[in-house]
T-cell receptor, first 114, second 114 residues
Framework: AQTVTQSQPEMSVQEAETVTLSCTYD???????LFWYKQPPSRQMILVIR??????QNATENRFSVNFQKAAKSFSLKISDSQLGDAAMYFC???????????FGTGTRLQVTL | NAGVTQTPKFQVLKTGQSMTLQCAQD?????MSWYRQDPGMGLRLIHY???????DQGEVPNGYNVSRSTTEDFPLRLLSAAPSQTSVYFC?????????????FGPGTRLTVT
């Protein structure tokens, strides 16, 4: 069975600063993907970034990047130049198996302050 | 493209009542799934389908039924609602069951069982 752990229930960052959200996972599969989803107050789930387990290079999407440490089973999300619109719940998730079933962590609520 | 649509947005049921949460997608996606989101627990997979006529159980299937007669629709049935089924329900779809594919989420249905 897969597990995904997010140990930071809440984080706060000042506008324009950088924040890192932590995620660890456990899986016995060799082929899997990792994702970060954002859930703003509207409740809509939005994909932020994804990482393939076989790729050593860390994924980046504009101000969002990951630090993927495969041996440590760690997958953190770094948000640079934080903006007020980044305030949301962030979920780490893993996908494995014959169908893309997602296993989610419990989420980190990010607050962005002026 | 409307994407993934869910109806209703909100619903209140009494214990023992039955209802169907509707989910439809217009992207011709093969893979569809249902998740529930509870406070402090992230999203958990209820049932999923890899194509019309094929469904399987996820992590928390008890109390829920699904069927997939068309590619577009994937309804979730609660046969006898219980207070433990109070939750926010999300339907999602992706082009197929490949690990890399993003899952596109609907806006969610907030269900309260009294």
């Amino acid at each position: 069975a897969q597990t995904v752990t997010q140990s930071q229930p809440e984080m706060s960052v000042q506008e324009a600063e950088t924040v890192t959200l932590s995620c660890t996972y456990d899986t016995s599969e060799s082929d899997y993907y990792l994702f970060w989803y954002k859930q703003p107050p509207s409740r809509q789930m939005i994909l932020v970034i994804r990482q393939e387990a076989y790729k050593q290079q860390n994924a980046t999407e504009n101000r969002f990047s990951v630090n993927f440490q495969k041996a440590a089973k760690s997958f953190s999300l770094k948000i640079s130049d934080s903006q007020l619109g980044d305030a949301a719940m962030y979920f780490c998730a893993s996908s494995t198996g014959t169908a893309s079933k997602l296993t989610f962590g419990t989420g980190t609520r990010l607050q962005v302050t002026l | 493209n409307a994407g993934v649509t869910q109806t209703p947005k909100f619903q209140v049921l009494k214990t023992g009542q039955s209802m169907t949460l509707q989910c439809a997608q217009d992207m011709n996606h093969e893979y569809m799934s249902w998740y529930r989101q509870d406070p402090g627990m992230g999203l958990r997979l209820i049932h999923y389908s890899v194509g019309a006529g094929i469904t399987d159980q996820g992590e928390v299937p008890n109390g829920y039924n699904v069927s997939r007669s068309t590619t577009e629709d994937f309804p979730l049935r609660l046969l006898s609602a219980a207070p433990s089924q109070t939750s926010v329900y999300f339907c999602a779809s992706s082009p197929n069951g490949g690990l890399a594919y993003e899952q596109y989420f609907g806006p969610g249905t907030r269900l309260t069982v009294t």
